[in-house]
């Protein structure tokens, strides 16, 4: 092996097990899914990552957690048991060539329609987001821990049972995490918005949930942006400090 690429080849430590080199193929949206169900074209899809060489294969983009967050255009839906059997075909077929296999799951918030679900979009306040434009409900303080529950549940229940080795949270892109956590699209009043501390509350619960619900031998990484790019959005010096903090 060329010097060069000694480090990438190498094997690395990630949290209870170690991946057999430093090649990731992360979270995206392949859209082979049918009706929030993984078919065996998603199946072959990922196992050729492994199959070529991936440590660490991670898909979705992403699995949703709850039946207010339906996933439309190919993607998978983690709400319901009955995705457990497809999700033991999916990493069997990445552990059998080496590799690691990890889901991102998520609640899009106020990111989609409400048609595609049948439900209101839910989100920290009343602000649009500025694509899909649509008026979000105001989530309650029960319905906060309802999707605490849910992706604790997402986690345990369905991708661990499903042999999976980890899972990736969403910080950014719109998504339900980083809504919370934005001062634009964050306006509460409670000890869920205002200061940084409160808005990181509902990232801090579920990271905690998840820890606890999934014990020590499963990954669980956390993923957002370097910087928000609009006025008065989350700065860089703001962003790195989330991440020291979770």
């Keep these: 092996m060329s010097a060069p690429f000694a480090r990438l080849f190498s094997p690395i430590a990630l949290g209870h097990t170690t991946a057999k080199n430093r090649i990731v193929s992360t979270p995206h949206g392949a859209a082979f899914g049918e009706k929030g169900s993984i078919t065996e074209r998603y199946v072959r899809y990922h196992e050729e990552k492994a199959k ?22 190919g993607e998978v839906n983690n709400w319901d ?17 080496g590799a690691l296999c990890l889901s991102q799951i998520s609640h899009r918030g106020r990111r989609g329609h409400s048609w595609y679900s049948g439900t209101p979009l839910w ?31 997402a986690a345990v229940r369905r991708l661990k049972k499903g042999g999976y080795d980890g899972a ?19 306006t509460r009043t409670d000890e869920y918005g205002g200061s940084l501390d409160n808005r990181l509350r509902l990232p801090t619960e579920v990271l905690r949930a998840l820890r606890e619900a999934v014990g ?8 957002h942006s370097g910087d928000h790019v609009v006025p008065g959005g989350l700065t860089r010096e703001e962003l790195l400090e989330i991440a020291r903090r979770l």
């Design 168 to 186: 990736d949270i969403p910080l950014y892109g719109g998504h339900l995490l980083e809504n919370f956590i934005s001062p634009l699209a964050n």
């Design 216 to 223: 020590r031998d499963f990954i669980l990484g956390l993923r």
């Design 123 to 153: 989100a920290p306040s009343d602000t649009r987001e500025e694509r899909h434009r649509e008026w979000p409900h105001v989530m309650t303080k029960a319905e906060i821990r309802e999707v605490i529950d849910a992706w604790a549940a």
């Design 52 to 73: 070529g060489g991936c440590g660490v294969v991670m898909m979705f983009g992403s699995s949703s957690i709850h039946p207010t967050s339906i996933n439309d255009w």
């Design 81 to 97: 048991d009955g995705v457990i059997p497809q999700f033991r075909e999916m990493s069997a077929a990445i552990h059998r060539h």
